[in-house]
């Protein structure tokens, strides 16, 4: 045990004496958590909308209205007059405004005779988002002028009352599990398998066989001090990340404890995955050219991003495989729902067991190298 510690001692002096090493293993996951969680999931401020009005008859006030409180109060978008609805819609089409209203001649007429009145609504649906977000409030803006102020005794039609388990989730709240899975994953391929190839190509591992450490020693010694960088680099994200979110479950002892045991998982999983994509290499260049695609094949499909139901079946199931899905399934079950162990234990159960598969496998064939 003191030569494997031996070891893990190199190990870690090596990669704190790399302060550039470390930060740069934190630097870019927080920095997507700052950027693409600002960035992306807020809601739409400022647009533009243009009206062209062709009633002005007492709806379309209400209509007029309904728009100034929006832009005054929740501020998705403010109005911009037309005249001539060929002139409007070309804005749209050239991106001068985001979208325009056309209310028709004979509106309030319509509306009075319930004669299934009609708002047109150009929108510029090559910005998905965009579009969206201003189909959904116009959507409500024509919902709440067709209620009835007085409602009938008799629900002429089924209503659907929302109920939501949780508090509001922001994108960057959202984008967190993903975060802290990135860095650990960051740290176990920078300071893990480049570091490990590198040793490995200046004959520093066949340095350790003239010495009484034996090669399980070897393997082990390394590994551990590869999980420990994962750990300390997950740690650190979560503490950091927690807080720029604004998530106060590291402040609960029993959620930081759970926390704590899915990062060790992890840190064992993504260890041994890595020693067993770099166990046979020995080409310096390798690992950096893996990184992208590792990071493209077990990120992206691992729900980060996307549910993984709306994956096709053939991602789905390399879903099922990959440890990203697990390591952030429990890493949103503890941060956004308070979901205790029970929530996690599958995914503790998973992470462990992979780890130690992947270990087992990559050991003859580390031994089979030298």
Same mark, same amino acid.
């Given at each position: 045990?003191?030569?494997?510690?031996?070891?893990?001692?190199?190990?870690?002096?090596?990669?704190?004496?790399?302060?550039?090493?470390?930060?740069?293993?934190?630097?870019?996951?927080?920095?997507?958590?700052? @950027?693409?969680?600002?960035?992306?999931?807020?809601?739409?401020?400022?647009?533009?909308?243009?009206?062209?009005?062709?009633?002005?008859?007492?709806?379309?006030?209400?209509?007029? /209205?309904?728009?100034?409180?929006?832009?005054?109060?929740?501020?998705?978008?403010?109005?911009?007059?037309?005249?001539?609805?060929?002139?409007?819609? /070309?804005?749209?089409?050239?991106?001068?405004?985001?979208?325009?209203?056309? #209310?028709?001649?004979?509106?309030?007429?319509?509306?009075?005779?319930?004669?299934?009145?009609?708002?047109?609504?150009?929108?510029?649906?090559?910005?998905?988002?965009?579009?969206?977000?201003?189909?959904?409030?116009?959507?409500?803006?024509?919902?709440?002028?067709?209620?009835?102020? @007085?409602?009938?005794?008799?629900?002429?039609? #089924?209503?659907?009352?929302?109920?939501?388990?949780?508090?509001?989730?922001?994108?960057?709240?959202?984008?967190?599990?993903?975060?802290?899975?990135?860095?650990?994953?960051?740290?176990?391929?920078?300071?893990?398998?480049?570091?490990?190839?590198?040793?490995?190509?200046?004959?520093?591992?066949?340095?350790?066989?003239?010495?009484?450490?034996?090669?399980?020693?070897?393997?082990?010694?390394?590994?551990?001090?590869?999980?420990?960088?994962?750990?300390?680099?997950?740690?650190?994200?979560?503490?950091?990340?927690?807080?720029?979110?604004?998530?106060?479950?590291?402040?609960?002892?029993?959620?930081?404890?759970?926390? =704590?045991?899915?990062?060790?998982?992890?840190?064992?999983?993504?260890?041994?995955?890595?020693?067993?994509?770099?166990?046979?290499?020995?080409?310096?260049?390798?690992?950096?050219?893996?990184?992208?695609?590792?990071?493209?094949?077990?990120?992206?499909?691992?729900?980060?991003?996307?549910?993984?139901?709306?994956?096709?079946?053939?991602?789905?199931?390399?879903?099922?495989?990959?440890?990203?899905?697990?390591?952030?399934?429990? =890493?949103?079950?503890?941060?956004?729902?308070?979901?205790?162990?029970?929530?996690?234990? =599958?995914?503790?159960?998973?992470?462990?067991?992979?780890?130690?598969?992947?270990?087992?496998?990559?050991?003859?064939?580390?031994?089979?190298?030298?």
């Amino acid at each position: 045990m003191s030569r494997m510690f031996a070891i893990v001692e190199r190990e870690m002096r090596k990669f704190f004496r790399s302060p550039t090493l470390m930060i740069m293993s934190l630097m870019m996951p927080l920095m997507q958590l700052v @950027i693409m969680g600002n960035a992306f999931g807020g809601k739409i401020v400022g647009a533009r909308v243009g009206v062209v009005d062709y009633d002005h008859g007492p709806e379309a006030v209400k209509l007029r /209205e309904a728009f100034d409180s929006i832009a005054v109060n929740i501020k998705t978008f403010s109005t911009v007059d037309y005249q001539d609805e060929k002139q409007v819609r /070309e804005d749209v089409r050239t991106g001068k405004i985001d979208g325009a209203v056309i #209310i028709p001649a004979q509106y309030s007429r319509r509306v009075y005779a319930q004669d299934a009145p009609v708002i047109g609504f150009v929108t510029d649906n090559s910005d998905q988002f965009t579009s969206g977000s201003l189909e959904a409030e116009m959507q409500l803006v024509v919902t709440a002028l067709t209620t009835p102020a @007085i409602q009938p005794r008799l629900a002429s039609s #089924i209503a659907l009352q929302i109920v939501e388990l949780y508090p509001y989730v922001n994108y960057m709240k959202f984008l967190l599990p993903a975060t802290i899975a990135l860095a650990m994953y960051i740290s176990v391929m920078i300071g893990g398998g480049m570091l490990y190839i590198d040793d490995k190509a200046r004959g520093v591992h066949e340095g350790y066989l003239v010495t009484p450490i034996t090669k399980l020693e070897l393997v082990m010694g390394m590994n551990m001090a590869g999980a420990i960088k994962a750990a300390l680099a997950g740690v650190s994200l979560t503490v950091i990340g927690s807080l720029m979110a604004g998530l106060g479950v590291i402040f609960h002892p029993e959620a930081l404890a759970e926390l =704590f045991c899915l990062i060790v998982v992890t840190s064992i999983a993504f260890n041994g995955m890595m020693f067993l994509l770099m166990v046979r290499v020995d080409d310096p260049l390798v690992p950096r050219a893996m990184f992208g695609v590792l990071n493209t094949l077990l990120f992206y499909p691992s729900g980060a991003m996307y549910p993984i139901a709306a994956f096709p079946r053939w991602l789905q199931a390399i879903a099922i495989v990959d440890p990203f899905t697990y390591c952030i399934h429990g =890493f949103k079950a503890i941060l956004l729902k308070d979901g205790g162990f029970e929530a996690i234990q =599958f995914d503790l159960l998973f992470l462990f067991v992979f780890g130690i598969g992947t270990l087992l496998i990559a050991t003859p064939l580390f031994k089979r190298t030298l």
